[in-house]
């Protein structure tokens, strides 16, 4: 569903406005805009938080979510707040580190509540990092603290925002599957009757309760290729 589609009739735009039977006065576009990027960020947090196996990330997005920084001797803690695109990371997956010969190997997620000794004293020696420790959700800290600099020598994988809409978008359409766009019609719209007092407000809260249980139901069976089974993690035998 397009964002915006003026010959239809049929974008996120002019189904809000009909859903809601108001005009482009009494509702601008500019606060479709912002119920919609506000939705969005509902689904974006169904999506990570379903399952740790499926990566959810915006199709809008032209970059993977990957990216490299350089690793610095004798630093530890290593902050990733923004692609490079400038959309927010929400959340680091993995970390892989980059050796002396040229290649990538994966570092092991470790957490301080594992860690008996005090942290200062633990690999408290610059070596070649092994583990890394996520201290929020786009922060973290290497043990043992890198003894050289290498150039692109910390390789990320991360979640992130959203592609937002904004006011002079036309035929984006949302960023997920086109099973969930009919829920930024009715988010939108619920938004606009709550702020105007709108006696359909009860029967859009209804159809928005249907549309999120949709949305939870569609994260939550996604993995059809998939049988869930219990396995060991996979350990580094280095």
Known sequence: MQFSDVTNNTGIVEQTRSMMRVDSTQWPTYKVVNSANNYFDTVAGYAIGADRRFQWDDTNHTKLPIG????????????????????SI???????????DGLYRKLQPVDHSQIDTALDEWLKDDDKPVYYDKIADNIIRLYPTPA???TAGLKFYFQRTPSYFVATDTTKEPGVS???????????????????GLDNLS????????????????????NTDEVP???????NAE
């Open 203 to 222: 029967a859009l809260s209804v159809e928005l309760q249907k549309e999120e249980l949709r949305m939870s139901n569609y994260f939550a069976e996604r």
């Open 148 to 150: 050289v600099s290498v």
């Open 229 to 235: 089974v219990m396995s060991p993690p996979v350990v």
């Open 90 to 100: 929400i959340n680091l997956t993995r970390i892989d580190i980059l050796d002396a």
């Open 178 to 196: 086109p099973l969930l766009h009919r829920g930024f019609v009715i988010a939108s719209a619920y938004d606009g009757a709550l702020a105007l």
């Open 68 to 87: 490299t920084t350089n690793l610095v001797g004798a630093q530890s803690d290593y902050s990733f707040l923004t692609d490079e695109q400038g959309n």
